[in-house]
């Protein structure tokens, strides 16, 4: 456990000094749901109801920027071969930076929470449902985009890559996450828990696999 | 026969995608060919 | 265990560039074995492939015992590879890549001042690397390796962008290794400063090992 | 594909077995089409509204004959994606790159027949839904994302020349791809938690004997076409792989004609090199 924890506070230390996430990340999202309201050129009352919607498709794409910046980390100066040479089990290195990442989606979705409420008019009506949908939406984003991050890291240019690979697989958190925003934001009348069950299971698989796959990358010589 | 359009170009866009394709992967396979002597060119054998 | 390093006609590819193609090479537990040749030669790939970062296409190698194709993850826990790149966080202290490399090896006990005294580090441990010279990093790089208290020890260039005080700090640390009698080899294209340390000499051209001689036998084990 | 078959004597991917297979299929194509267009009537069915009955009121008519081609082509996608799990799996399993290569050569094969499905699907939707597209249609949605998956998984593959790590790795994209499958067919099912699609067509009794013998033999075709396709396309890959094992023996031979030439001036080199203390 101290190795995953000491993988995510470097990270975490490193966001603190370097501030990416803070001042390209988050306002970038931010970007996407002034866009959002711009190009839908609609009335407060249609973006109050697509905000659920627009939030994880901005949730998505900051997620990707977040991913590659994780990657980025370990590629300036080669101590992704370090964290190879280290010894560490692979699972452990990948809990560690997935966990970095979960915690800066959070940060994110938390800007981006308050953005709809301003912006959209949003109301959160359950924080509590919102709140647990979040988090596992997050596991789930950041489990399986940490393992797609690491599997388009080598030689080569695959930077590309990584939204080609990382989208369609969201497919189902964001369905699932945008349902359980539904319910808890209000704008639609249906069980919110049922796809906050849907997203733990999601959390679960993305989280198993990126374990378990981790080794491909991290242990294959 | 009804929606003689849509059926013409339902099958079409099939056969000829098909069609297509398999003979790009024909042209692909002569000049792979060419590149690989006969001796490595055995058919449907493993190799680990 | 025999031999510390035991390579047999192994091929590495770079893509498709075959960098290292059928070299042999066996080494004693113990030795220092300097290995020369020119750029390009594939010494750098010998050594990350002994570290168990480069694939073997072909052929065996197995180091300290473990095989690099099938234990990799073993391999590289035992080894030191000193590269090039400084594989520290440009963000973070001296200290706290020292300590994040600590635990992740899973040394959390080791001494870190210690360490970065031994390499002259120690008034700048609280300083981020960002801040730090080119030599003072690679300083910082080799108190990193030393900290996972190698048996067999990688150095690549270890000499490269340093001044003289470094490279003593460099030839001190290589004699801590061989009288912890872990086994070294080095990659260096500064023969003056490493032959007198080695035992061995290990010439490196087109991939494969051109000529291996025994020098100064002697100081094996000293 | 019939001259390419004719000249077996040309170096190709073809041999008795794509020959014979490549014959059948066409054959097969011809007689398919027959029963589509001539022998097949037009679906002129009556139905009661029921809890189990489709909400459609009276047959398709002559579109059911765009089932005859969309039916087949999303079966053999089906058939090709799960091939590529099993190879994946294989790799992951076994490091084999004789899987590495059938999973490959299922995913190209299966994007095309992916996309078809869609594309026929679209048109036949056009005059029976009245739209050629609808979101929260289960099938559609899932088919949808698998096609996306796998476009990026066969992108992915372009990535690497490393054939080892490309192997590995695809296998786990291709895996994880298909894992998603159900997941995904789950979620849009709660989603809409409806389907404009035919509900079990072959299970309904009132679909006549040769309906269904025009589906399942434009199944057999097209395993047929399948079959033929991925056999040539393996064997692309195969060369590929080739080429790439005699490049190797060259490429070895190459760099080691190298040593003594390079020997030579290694001496003086790195003495000069030592001199300026650079790499």
């Given at each position: ?8 506070r470097?990270d ?9 996430v803070a001042?390209q ?11 959002f309201?711009?190009a ?24 990707v920027?977040?991913i590659?910046?994780s ?5 300036i ?26 915690i800066?989606?959070?940060a ?8 709809i ?7 959160f ?6 709140v ?8 789930a ?7 797609y991050?690491v ?15 990382l989208?369609p697989?969201?497919m ?5 996450a945008t ?8 704008t639609a ?17 993305y ?15 | ?7 013409i ?11 297509v394709?398999?003979f ?5 396979g ?19 | ?11 590495v ?9 059928g ?15 020119p750029?390009?030669a ?8 002994l570290a168990?970062l480069a694939?073997l296409?072909?052929?065996r ?9 099938t ?25 706290e ?11 959390d ?18 300083q981020?690397v ?9 300083r ?19 000499h490269?962008?340093?001044?003289q005080?470094?490279?003593d700090?460099?030839?001190g640390?290589?004699?801590?290794a ?6 070294v080899?080095?990659a ?20 494969i090992?051109?000529?291996f ?5 002697g100081?094996?084990?000293? | 594909?019939?001259?390419a078959?004719?000249?077996p004597h ?5 041999s008795?077995?794509t ?27 009556v ?10 009121l ?7 004959r ?10 053999v996608?089906?058939i090709?994606f799960?091939?590529?799990?099993i190879?994946?799996i ?7 790159t ?5 999973a490959?050569a299922?995913a ?7 996309g ?6 679209s ?15 289960v ?17 992915y593959?372009?990535?690497m020349?490393?054939?080892r790590?490309r192997a ?9 791809g298909?894992?998603n499958?159900p ?11 409806r389907?404009?699609?035919q509900?079990s ?5 009132s ?32 060369l ?10 060259a ?19 790195s ?9």
């Amino acid at each position: 456990m101290r190795e995953i924890w000491a993988l995510a506070r470097k990270d975490l230390r490193i966001e603190a000094r370097s501030k990416v996430v803070a001042t390209q990340i988050v306002p970038f999202a931010m970007v996407i749901l002034v866009l959002f309201g711009l190009a839908l050129d609609a009335d407060s009352r249609t973006l109050r109801d697509l905000a659920p919607g627009l939030f994880w498709v901005a949730t998505l794409f900051a997620s990707v920027l977040a991913i590659q910046r994780s990657i980025a980390v370990e590629t300036i100066s080669s101590t992704f071969e370090a964290l190879r040479l280290s010894g560490a089990p692979a699972w452990k290195l990948f809990a560690g930076k997935a966990l970095a990442v979960a915690i800066q989606l959070l940060a994110i979705e938390a800007v981006l929470g308050l953005g709809i409420v301003v912006l959209y008019r949003s109301s959160f009506q359950d924080p509590v449902l919102i709140v647990t949908a979040a988090v596992a939406a997050t596991i789930a984003i950041a489990s399986a985009g940490s393992l797609y991050g690491v599997l388009a890291v080598g030689m080569g240019v695959r930077d590309t890559i990584l939204p080609m690979l990382l989208l369609p697989i969201m497919m189902p958190v964001l369905v699932a996450a945008t349902r359980a925003f539904g319910d808890g934001l209000g704008t639609a009348a249906l069980n919110g828990w049922t796809w906050t069950g849907l997203l733990g299971l999601l959390a679960v698989v993305y989280a198993t696999a990126g374990a378990l796959a981790y080794a491909v990358v991290i242990e294959d010589t | 026969m009804d929606y003689l359009g849509y059926l013409i170009s339902g099958w079409g866009v099939v056969l000829v995608a098909v069609a297509v394709y398999a003979f790009s992967l024909l042209r692909r396979g002569r000049a792979l060919t060419a590149r690989v002597p006969a001796d490595r060119r055995r058919w449907m054998t493993t190799d680990d | 265990m025999d031999h510390a390093v035991d390579v047999h006609d192994a091929v590495v590819l770079l893509d498709r560039f075959p960098a290292l193609a059928g070299l042999s090479l066996k080494l004693r537990a113990g030795t220092v074995t300097l290995v020369q040749g020119p750029n390009g030669a594939g010494k750098t790939t010998l050594l990350r492939m002994l570290a168990g970062l480069a694939p073997l296409e072909r052929g065996r190698a197995t180091v300290l015992g473990y095989d690099v194709a099938t234990e990799p993850r073993l391999v590289r826990a035992s080894v030191g590879l000193l590269s090039p790149q400084t594989m520290l966080y440009d963000d973070l202290t001296i200290a706290e890549n020292l300590s994040f490399w600590a635990t992740l090896a899973g040394h959390d006990d080791v001494d870190l001042m210690a360490a970065l005294e031994r390499v002259s580090m120690a008034p700048f441990a609280d300083q981020q690397v960002v801040t730090l010279s080119t030599g003072q990093r690679r300083r910082a790089a080799i108190a990193v390796v030393a900290i996972r208290r190698p048996r067999l020890w990688l150095l690549d260039e270890p000499h490269a962008g340093l001044d003289q005080a470094g490279r003593d700090v460099v030839d001190g640390l290589i004699e801590d290794a061989i009288a912890a009698g872990a086994t070294v080899v080095v990659a260096s294209h500064e023969l003056d400063r490493v032959r007198p340390l080695a035992t061995h000499v290990a010439t490196v051209a087109g991939g494969i090992v051109h000529r291996f001689e025994t020098v100064n036998a002697g100081a094996s084990g000293a | 594909m019939s001259t390419a078959l004719s000249r077996p004597h040309v170096a190709s991917t073809s041999s008795k077995l794509t020959l014979v297979l490549g014959v059948a299929s066409l054959l097969g194509l011809a007689v398919l089409l027959v029963f589509s267009f001539v022998l097949t009537d037009p679906d002129q069915r009556v139905f009661e509204r029921g809890a189990d009955l489709e909400p459609l009121l009276t047959g398709q008519g002559d579109a059911v004959r765009l089932l005859y081609v969309h039916f087949p082509v999303a079966m053999v996608t089906y058939i090709a994606f799960t091939l590529n799990a099993i190879g994946s799996i294989a790799v992951l399993w076994k490091k084999s790159t004789w899987w590495d290569n059938t999973a490959a050569a299922a995913a190209e094969v299966g994007v095309l027949f992916c996309g078809l499905t869609l594309a026929t699907g679209s048109i036949w939707g056009r005059p029976i839904w009245n739209t050629w597209w609808k979101w929260g249609d289960v099938r559609l949605m899932t088919t949808t994302i698998l096609f996306l998956i796998f476009i990026g998984y066969l992108a992915y593959r372009r990535t690497m020349s490393d054939s080892r790590v490309r192997a590995k790795r695809s296998a786990v994209v291709g895996l994880i791809g298909a894992i998603n499958i159900p997941i995904v067919y789950k979620s849009v099912d709660w989603w809409q938690n409806r389907t404009l699609h035919q509900q079990s067509t072959l299970r309904n009794r009132s679909v006549e004997d040769l309906t269904l013998f025009t589906m399942i033999f434009g199944m057999v075709v097209f395993m047929a076409i399948f079959a033929w396709l991925m056999v040539h396309r393996f064997r692309i890959g195969w060369l590929e792989h080739q080429t790439e094992t005699v490049g190797l023996e060259a490429a070895i031979i190459e760099r080691r004609a190298q040593t003594s030439a390079a020997i030579s001036d290694a001496v003086t080199d790195s003495r000069s090199s030592a001199e300026t203390g650079s790499d």
